[in-house]
């Protein structure tokens, strides 16, 4: 199985930059996902990441390392409506596509 | 519209009873699959089902039953031996196994008093 861990709780200020880091263990690693998850809502898909580099899509970047099994996600200029919950989740080949996800960090943006 | 849908939003049962949890989704997805979300942790895989009238167990599927009869519905029944039920449970789907994103419903807070 896999092991995945990244921080409970980061805070930022509206228009700064956070990063946050995912390292996770896996014997055939198959990709690594992120999700934004707000209260009491569904988990919306934000990236994909499964060859080594950065992944940017517009105010958001992924960025995985796989020898180091280091994964992160990028928000910039921060808005008060990127308060969320975000989830890394990993794959590997012999789960069949199953996704085995991190506890999550709780990113607060204040004014 | 496309997508996937759960209902109720919100769910309370008594202590012992059965209770079943709907999923639908018009998607046109092969996989699907049944999460569970307690306070601070991460979704944990219940079941999953690759295609009609097969599942799998996922990593806590005791306690818990499905049925895949048709290719959009993926039933969740939560059982009177599933020692903790209330949470808060996510259906998701996806083309298959190497899909690269897992849509996922609204889901369901389900209580039991």
């Known amino acids: 199985g896999q092991n995945i861990d990244q921080p409970t709780e980061m805070t930022a200020t509206e228009g700064a930059i956070v990063q946050i880091n995912c390292t996770y263990q896996?014997?055939?690693?198959?990709?690594l996902f992120w999700y934004q998850q707000h209260a009491g809502e569904a988990p919306t898909f934000l990236s994909y990441?499964?060859?080594?580099g950065l992944e940017e899509k517009g105010r958001f970047s992924s960025f995985l390392s796989r020898s180091k099994g280091y994964s992160y996600l990028l928000l910039k200029e921060l808005q008060m409506k990127d308060s969320a919950s975000y989830l890394c989740?990993?794959?590997?080949?012999?789960?069949?596509?199953?996704?085995?996800f991190g506890a999550g960090t709780q990113v607060v943006v204040t004014p | 519209d496309g997508g996937i849908t759960q209902s109720p939003k919100y769910l309370f049962r008594k202590e012992g009873q059965n209770v079943t949890l709907s999923c639908e989704q018009n998607?046109?997805?092969?996989?699907m699959y049944w999460y569970r979300q307690d306070p601070g942790q991460g979704l944990r895989l219940i079941y999953y089902?690759?295609?009609?009238?097969?599942?799998q167990k996922g990593d806590i599927a005791e306690g818990y039953s499905v049925s895949r009869e048709k290719k959009e519905s993926f039933p969740l029944t939560v059982t009177s031996a599933q020692k903790n039920p209330t949470a808060f449970y996510l259906c998701?789907?996806?083309?298959?196994?190497?899909?690269?994103?897992?849509?996922f419903g609204p889901g369901t807070r389900l209580t039991v008093l």
């Open positions: 998607l046109n997805h092969d996989a």
């Open positions: 990441n499964v060859l080594d």
């Open positions: 998701a789907s996806s083309m298959g196994r190497n899909n690269n994103e897992q849509f």
């Open positions: 089902s690759q295609i009609v009238n097969d599942f």
């Open positions: 896996t014997s055939g690693f198959n990709g």
């Open positions: 989740a990993v794959r590997d080949f012999e789960s069949w596509g199953k996704l085995q």
